[in-house]
């Protein structure tokens, strides 16, 4: 949809082993622009067929979305007798003005866009009043060059190119419910290429003297024992495939609610609201939790974000004191996409003004009140609160032994803005860290940075340029870290500091490493110049394409025949001299299990791939928002979590703001960054 199509393929590279290299094949998919009109696809993206809407001026909105989604683009125009290929500036302004408006010097006369075409081609345009698009070369030094204007009724779209914008969220659903192929149909699809791709280059290894094999290789793996889920009351629970059963258990350190405002935005029957609030209340008891009714509950009609802005900021003053604010939205409210707008608004103001943590709840799920969802709900909530969800049984595991002492484990990630957004978002890095020995409460840390690239090899030559993923004020955020497990733990510091950190390339392990690691212990130095912990450093990688399937279908384990979860493999396919791992840590519910491999860059802790790969294991079952293991480790899962409401903070992604604002002069993006208000050891990104 929104003229936009999904491609099947493959992906293919060469990997090295501990013996031997393989070949990596595994099955993928694309979004890729449909080969039309560039005008039909500019309609279609939009889901209008009005023209003068779609390109309204005073509609900034329609603007940005449009120059977002032809940043770029390859063209084809076909006002000549032979077709002329184009490409859409990748920076500067997109949009002119319109054929009829824009004017240029044609041999020391002025002439308009429309009045050129029809003297030098002959074309008559049809839509002479909508913009042109600006296909001009780049400036230099990276700067916009002179534009040149070219009638958008008269682009063809190339074939074959990758769609660049974020997909929208029916559209993110669509493509995943193509691409999930259970374990076993897609184990056969890569079975089948294997054969395809590398039977076709018979000839060509044998005059190189390469060997291969077109079947997949076997390998012996382990299964993890998981943790023991520890609830009050001293009530344990075992997970079985990566999930376990709640209903029989009270949360290990329950909050009660007296004190919160519940706001309907999108008229939802008061029976409707009766029936959830007393199901809200149902699922707290059963919790250990006890919810009382609000103190009021507002049905307003806001068409604006200054509108929920105030009534927030009047309710916090009416009130005083209030532990929660909870709201009714509707995805399909009109206009089109007005809930994120609610959401990023709520979230912005009871995170950086108001100091009240909020919940918001899809009118769906009002509606249906069921029993499961608002039980997931009572654990955000709690969570919010300062509650404790549940912990791990620790004795007689490795974890155990590490907690004897001081212990913090941190995670850490850099968010990058989407495709053709540098100029006006920064990039967001997050961290987080431990504060207690169940490892259930957190503190956070984050600051906003410029979006560099870098060249490769400068030296070399090489074009193709690639993130920075150095986290620049990593030293400022693990510094407030440390003095938040301090003040938590009433003067103790962390002994051991063990930090996963996502969202790292192979190419950038080293960088990543020298200037972290350094930050890290200057951050020790600063807090107290004699202190030194042991320090562990672990990347964790998710955009691989290693996939595990068992040989064996009695081991697979759900519908989707995937591997169990703690199934973990750490020879044969792994590095030859460094230490990493791979972890399936969570159950699918559809398509294909990716697991997670894990490189120990830093290591002062001397932890065995046994002590390390239980404790990742066991850190995958301390995520508060359900009572499932997850695919990666909590602190990292926190981070990504942190660095999404801290964007909501500086409101980007805001369609309505003019995004020049926003752009930071002399690349200083923290000053956007706004304070989040809360308590330690609550959790307001949960």
């Given at each position: ?21 393989f ?16 005008l ?13 809407w779609?390109?309204?001026p ?35 302004k ?8 824009e ?6 006369k ?17 839509h ?9 070369k ?16 008269l ?34 699809m890569i079975?089948?290429i294997?054969?395809?791709?590398l039977?076709?280059?018979?000839e ?18 382990r ?9 009050d009351?001293?009530?344990?629970a075992?997970?079985?495939?990566g ?18 405002v519940l ?6 029957y ?5 029936k ?26 806001l068409r ?6 105030k009534?927030l900021?009047d ?6 004191s209030?532990?929660?604010?909870l709201?009714?939205?509707d ?10 707008v609610?959401?990023r608004?709520v979230k ?11 919940q ?8 249906k ?7 997931n ?9 300062g ?31 989407k ?15 431990t ?11 984050c600051?906003f ?45 962390p002994?051991k ?19 972290e690691?350094?930050?890290l212990?200057?951050?020790c130095?600063e807090?107290d ?6 320090m562990?450093?672990?990347?964790v990688?998710k ?10 279908p009695?081991?697979?384990c759900?519908?989707?025949?995937n ?36 490189h ?12 390390l790969?239980a404790?990742?294991?066991q ?11 997850v ?6 899962y926190y981070?990504?979590w ?5 964007s909501k903070s500086?409101?980007y ?9 926003l ?7 923290d ?5 989040v ?10």
């Amino acid at each position: 949809g929104g003229g936009r199509w999904v491609w099947d393929g493959f992906f293919q590279s060469v990997r090295p082993g501990q013996w031997k290299p393989f070949i990596n094949i595994d099955k993928t998919c694309g979004v890729f622009v449909k080969p039309v009109a560039l005008l039909d696809f500019i309609l279609t993206m939009l889901d209008t067929s009005d023209l003068n809407w779609a390109f309204d001026p005073n509609n900034r909105k329609n603007s940005q979305k449009i120059s977002d989604h032809l940043y770029n683009i390859r063209v084809i125009a076909n006002h000549m007798k032979y077709p002329k290929r184009c490409r859409v500036v990748s920076r500067g302004k997109v949009l002119l003005k319109s054929a009829r408006n824009e004017m240029f010097d044609k041999d020391g006369k002025m002439i308009s866009v429309e009045q050129y075409f029809l003297q030098q081609y002959g074309v008559i345009l049809k839509h002479p009043l909508i913009p042109c698009i600006n296909v001009g070369k780049p400036g230099i030094s990276g700067k916009p060059g002179k534009p040149v204007a070219l009638p958008i009724e008269l682009c063809l779209i190339k074939d074959g190119q990758r769609s660049g914008p974020e997909l929208e969220s029916d559209q993110t659903t669509k493509v995943l419910k193509f691409a999930a192929r259970p374990a076993s149909e897609r184990r056969d699809m890569i079975r089948e290429i294997a054969r395809n791709v590398l039977g076709k280059s018979d000839e060509v290894q044998k005059h190189y003297g390469i060997r291969t094999s077109s079947e997949m290789l076997q390998v012996d793996g382990r299964v993890l024992a998981p943790p023991l889920i520890l609830y009050d009351g001293n009530k344990l629970a075992e997970p079985s495939r990566g999930q376990w059963d709640i209903t029989q258990y009270q949360l290990l350190q329950a909050k009660g609610m007296d004190s919160w405002v519940l706001i309907d935005l999108c008229r939802t029957y008061d029976d409707n609201i009766k029936k959830f609030v007393s199901e809200l209340m149902k699922q707290g008891a059963s919790k250990g939790m006890d919810i009382r009714p609000p103190r009021e509950t507002v049905k307003q009609q806001l068409r604006t974000d200054s509108e929920i802005r105030k009534l927030l900021l009047d309710l916090k003053q009416h009130f005083g004191s209030l532990q929660l604010i909870l709201v009714i939205l509707d995805e399909r409210m009109p206009p089109k996409k007005f809930s994120a707008v609610v959401y990023r608004e709520v979230k912005k103001v009871g995170d950086t003004e108001i100091g009240v943590p909020t919940q918001c709840v899809r009118q769906q799920n009002v509606n249906k009140a069921n029993g499961s969802t608002v039980g997931n709900i009572c654990l955000k909530i709690n969570a919010k609160l300062g509650g404790v969800n549940h912990s791990i049984v620790m004795e007689g595991t490795p974890t155990a032994q590490l907690l004897k002492v001081p212990t913090m484990f941190m995670g850490a990630d850099v968010n990058h803005p989407k495709p053709g957004t540098d100029r006006y978002t920064p990039s967001i890095a997050a961290a987080v860290a431990t504060l207690d020995r169940r490892l259930a409460k957190y503190a956070s840390s984050c600051r906003f940075q410029q979006h560099e690239r870098a060249d490769a090899d400068e030296s070399a030559g090489v074009k193709r340029r690639y993130r920075k993923e150095i986290i620049i004020e990593f030293q400022a955020m693990a510094k407030e870290l440390i003095d938040a497990f301090v003040l938590y733990n009433k003067g103790r510091k962390p002994e051991k500091i063990i930090y996963f950190r996502d969202g790292v390339s192979d190419g950038q392990f080293s960088h990543v490493l020298q200037h972290e690691l350094y930050a890290l212990r200057a951050a020790c130095i600063e807090v107290d110049p004699e202190y030194r912990p042991t320090m562990t450093i672990v990347v964790v990688q998710k955009r691989h394409h290693l996939r595990m399937f068992p040989a064996n279908p009695r081991d697979a384990c759900g519908k989707a025949q995937n591997v169990p979860p703690g199934t973990t493999l750490d020879h044969s396919v792994t590095h030859q001299i460094e230490f990493n791992f791979f972890l399936n840590s969570h159950f699918a519910l559809q398509g294909t299990a990716k697991c997670a491999l894990y490189h120990v860059l830093w290591d002062e802790n001397n932890f065995t791939a046994d002590t390390l790969q239980a404790i990742t294991y066991q850190l995958c079952h301390t995520y508060a928002r359900c009572a499932k293991s997850v695919s990666y480790p909590t602190p990292v899962y926190y981070s990504h979590w942190v660095a999404y409401r801290y964007s909501k903070s500086a409101g980007y992604g805001d369609p309505d703001r003019d995004r020049n604002q926003l752009i930071a002069p002399n690349g200083d993006w923290d000053q956007f960054r706004r304070e989040v208000k809360t308590d330690l050891g609550t959790m307001y990104w949960a």
